[in-house]
């Protein structure tokens, strides 16, 4: 049998790709877009998002700066996950906010804010599994919560993101 006569198991969308001016806006911005962050996203301190910061770095990038699908697949094998191709796509589709193919810091603190999301994380519905596949849009809380269990990230890093989710989860009610 001919290679070319084998279909792939898998068929993924291509995702779009960054514009250059958001390459260069990516790198040219780390005080503007943190005070943009501190705004909206309920006043993180600075020290929590220098928190978030090491958390990011943590992961695989391109040579934009940002978490790519084979930064994502490279960072969860790193961290001894077995996922799929097609689970990690679909994870990084809800992770991209901005739909340019890419999570950048921006996507990835709006990401890890996220009430909502931070509550399927943490508290899933009764009858869904904590597993990917049933509940999209929470990767990124399970490699943070891997990082943290393995103390992967600074410690004060860690006592910055786990003071910071403690009091999320204090004033998320019923």
Same mark, same amino acid.
């Given at each position: 049998?001919?290679?070319?006569?084998?279909?792939?198991?898998?068929?993924?969308?291509?995702?779009?790709?960054?514009?250059?001016?958001?390459?260069?806006?990516?790198?040219?911005?780390?005080?503007?877009? $943190?005070?943009?962050? $501190?705004?909206?996203?309920?006043?993180?301190? @600075?020290?929590?998002?220098?928190?978030? $910061?090491?958390?990011?770095? !943590? !992961?695989?990038?391109?040579?934009?700066?940002?978490?790519?699908?084979?930064?994502?697949?490279?960072?969860?094998?790193? =961290?001894?996950?077995?996922?799929?191709?097609?689970?990690?796509?679909?994870? =990084?589709?809800?992770?991209?906010?901005?739909?340019?193919?890419?999570?950048?810091? *921006?996507? !990835?603190?709006?990401?890890?804010?996220?009430?909502?999301?931070?509550?399927?994380?943490?508290?899933?519905?009764?009858?869904?599994?904590?597993?990917? @596949?049933?509940?999209?849009?929470?990767?990124?809380?399970?490699?943070? *919560?891997?990082?943290?269990?393995?103390?992967?990230?600074?410690?004060? *890093?860690?006592?910055?993101?786990? *003071?910071? !989710? $403690?009091?999320?989860?204090?004033?998320?009610?019923?």
């Amino acid at each position: 049998m001919a290679v070319s006569e084998i279909k792939p198991k898998l068929k993924l969308n291509p995702l779009t790709k960054v514009p250059i001016s958001h390459n260069k806006r990516d790198r040219d911005l780390p005080g503007s877009l $943190q005070c943009q962050l $501190q705004h909206k996203e309920k006043k993180l301190s @600075a020290s929590q998002m220098a928190a978030f $910061q090491d958390a990011y770095n !943590f !992961f695989y990038k391109d040579k934009t700066g940002c978490i790519d699908f084979h930064g994502l697949m490279c960072t969860v094998a790193k =961290l001894g996950m077995n996922l799929t191709k097609h689970d990690v796509y679909n994870e =990084l589709k809800c992770a991209d906010i901005d739909r340019d193919g890419k999570v950048n810091f *921006s996507d !990835f603190i709006k990401v890890l804010t996220d009430k909502n999301l931070f509550l399927k994380a943490v508290v899933p519905e009764k009858e869904t599994c904590l597993d990917l @596949a049933g509940n999209p849009g929470i990767l990124l809380f399970e490699i943070l *919560s891997r990082l943290l269990e393995t103390s992967a990230l600074p410690r004060k *890093s860690i006592i910055e993101i786990v *003071s910071y !989710f $403690q009091r999320k989860f204090q004033h998320t009610g019923p």
